[in-house]
C-alpha cells in the first residue's frame, strides 16, 4: 500500500464502528450521474448523499469556488446551524466523478463532527482527521461515489492548423490513494458479508483492478472465514498446534538435558526457562486478544481480525524460537551420544528420573504415572499446558576403548566435539 499500513486503516475503521456502528447502514450508494456544470444538480446531489448518509436534518449549500492548490473542497462546521455551507474547487468541476467524491468526503466531515469523532484536535492532527475523513465516507456507504473519484480524467480535443488535438487531463481526489481507498471499501464489506458481485456493481475498470488487486495483495484482512462464529476459537487451536510443535522440541531438549545433568553436564536452564515463559506470554496474549467478545457482528470481526493478525506477528517469533529450538536439540544429541559412549565414569540415569518434571514457569513439581508416553499435562499451581514425559534418550552403543586410555580420549574426543560447536 502507498502510504498507511493496512492495521492504521483497520484501526480508524474500527473506531467508526465502536461509535458509529449500530446507526451505519449495511448499503452502498449506487454512483449516479451529474452535470458538475449545473449548480443545481451538484446541489441535488448533495442532499441525496447526505440523506444517504444519515443527515437527513441538513440544508447542504454548494458552491464552486477557486480554492488553494491541490484543495478540492472544503466545508463550513458550525454547532447549531440547519444550513451546511460547501465549497468545490473550479477544477474539481470539471469532472463529475470528482464533484461527487469531494461532496461525501465534505459531508463525511459533517458526520464526524455531529458525532464528535475525531483522532485528536489541532494542527497536528489535521491530516489523521482527513484520512479519517475519507474513511468515514466509505463507512457510511458512500465508498462506490469515493472510488469512482480517486482518479478522474477527461481528454479535451481542439481543432488546430494541423488536424484534431487531443489533451488529457487527470485529478486525483482525497487524502487516501486508489489502492487504500480500495482497502477501507473491500474491509468494510467483508466485515458487513457484503457479496462481489453487489460491491463491484458500477464501479469504473481502475476501481475495481485495485480492489482485485488489493484482495491479492492482503488476503488475510478479507477472509470470508472470519465470519464464522466460532472464528477466534479456530484461530486459537491452529496456534496451539503449532507452538505444540515448539514445545515438543523442548521437551526432547528437556529430557537430554536430565540425561546429561545426571551424568556430566551442568545444564544450560535459560534457554528453557526463557523460551517456555515467552510461549506462555504469547498464549495468555492470545487467549485475551481472544476474550474481547462483541454483540455487533462487525465489531466481532474486526476483533476477530485483530486476533488474527496479532497471531500473525508471534508466528515470526516462534519460528525463532523453533530455530533455536532445533539448534540446541541438535548439540545437546551430539553431546549426549558423546557422553554415553563415555562410561564410565558417566553413568546411566533410572527412568524413574523422567518420571519426575518441574514446571519451567512456577518451579511445581509433577509426578507422571507409570506410562511415559509422551503427554500433555497442566501445572496445578500455574496452569501452564505443557508436553511432558517420553522414552529415555536413545544412543548407539559402541565399543568403549581400553580403559588404559580412557581418560586420554575423554579429552580428545571432548576437544574435537567443542571445536564442531
Do not use: W
Request: aromatic residues 8%.
Amino acid at each position: 500500500m502507498s502510504q498507511l499500513p493496512p492495521d492504521e486503516l483497520l484501526n480508524k475503521v474500527a473506531l467508526l464502528e465502536e461509535r458509529l456502528g449500530m446507526r451505519a447502514t449495511y448499503r452502498i450508494l449506487e454512483p449516479f450521474y451529474l452535470d458538475p456544470q449545473d449548480i443545481l444538480e451538484i446541489q441535488r446531489a448533495a442532499k441525496t448523499l447526505a440523506d444517504f448518509a444519515g443527515l437527513p436534518q441538513f440544508v447542504f449549500i454548494v458552491s464552486a469556488i477557486a480554492q488553494k492548490k491541490n484543495v478540492g473542497g472544503q466545508i463550513d462546521l458550525r454547532h447549531g446551524e440547519e444550513e451546511v455551507f460547501i465549497e468545490v474547487s473550479q477544477e474539481t468541476a470539471n469532472y463529475q466523478e470528482a464533484v461527487l467524491a469531494t461532496l461525501a468526503h465534505e459531508i463525511a466531515h459533517k458526520v464526524l463532527h455531529v458525532n464528535g469523532i475525531s483522532v485528536g484536535s489541532g494542527p497536528f492532527y489535521q491530516y489523521e482527521n482527513e484520512i479519517l475523513t475519507d474513511v468515514a465516507a466509505v463507512f457510511m456507504g458512500l465508498g462506490k461515489v469515493l472510488l469512482n473519484g480517486c482518479e478522474c480524467h477527461r481528454t479535451v480535443q481542439e481543432a488546430t492548423l494541423g488536424g484534431t488535438k487531443s489533451t488529457t487531463h487527470s485529478l486525483k481526489s482525497g487524502y487516501l490513494g486508489l489502492d487504500q481507498s480500495a482497502f477501507v471499501y473491500l474491509l468494510t464489506c467483508s466485515m458487513r458479508n457484503i457479496a462481489p458481485a453487489e460491491y463491484e456493481r458500477a464501479l469504473n475498470s481502475a476501481a475495481i483492478q485495485a480492489l482485485r488487486t488489493c484482495r491479492a495483495q492482503f488476503p488475510t484482512y478479507f477472509d470470508a472465514a472470519l465470519q464464522q462464529p466460532d472464528a477466534n476459537s479456530q484461530l486459537i487451536g491452529e496456534f496451539r498446534r503449532e507452538t505444540l510443535e515448539v514445545q515438543r522440541i523442548l521437551l526432547s531438549i528437556d529430557n537430554m538435558q536430565l540425561f546429561l545433568r545426571e551424568a556430566t553436564l551442568t545444564p544450560t536452564e535459560g534457554f528453557l526457562n526463557r523460551t517456555h515463559n515467552r510461549l506462555r506470554e504469547l498464549h495468555i496474549a492470545a487467549s485475551q486478544t481472544a476474550e474481547h467478545n462483541a454483540v455487533d457482528p462487525c465489531m466481532k470481526y474486526i476483533n476477530v481480525l485483530r486476533l488474527k493478525s496479532h497471531l500473525e506477528s508471534a508466528r515470526s517469533e516462534i519460528a525463532a524460537l523453533a530455530s533455536e529450538a532445533r539448534a540446541f536439540d541438535k548439540g545437546f544429541a551430539r553431546l549426549g551420544t558423546l557422553v554415553h559412549t563415555l562410561r564410565p565414569p558417566f553413568s546411566q540415569p533410572s527412568p524413574e528420573l523422567f518420571r519426575a518434571i518441574k514446571c519451567r514457569i512456577c518451579g511445581a513439581e509433577l509426578s507422571l504415572s507409570r506410562d511415559i508416553a509422551p503427554q500433555e499435562e497442566e501445572c496445578p499451581k500455574c496452569h501452564y499446558r505443557f508436553p511432558a514425559g517420553g522414552p529415555l534418550p536413545a544412543f548407539g552403543l559402541p565399543t568403549l576403548p581400553p580403559a588404559s586410555r580412557h581418560n586420554e580420549t575423554l579429552t580428545a574426543k571432548l576437544k574435537s566435539f567443542f571445536r564442531r560447536r
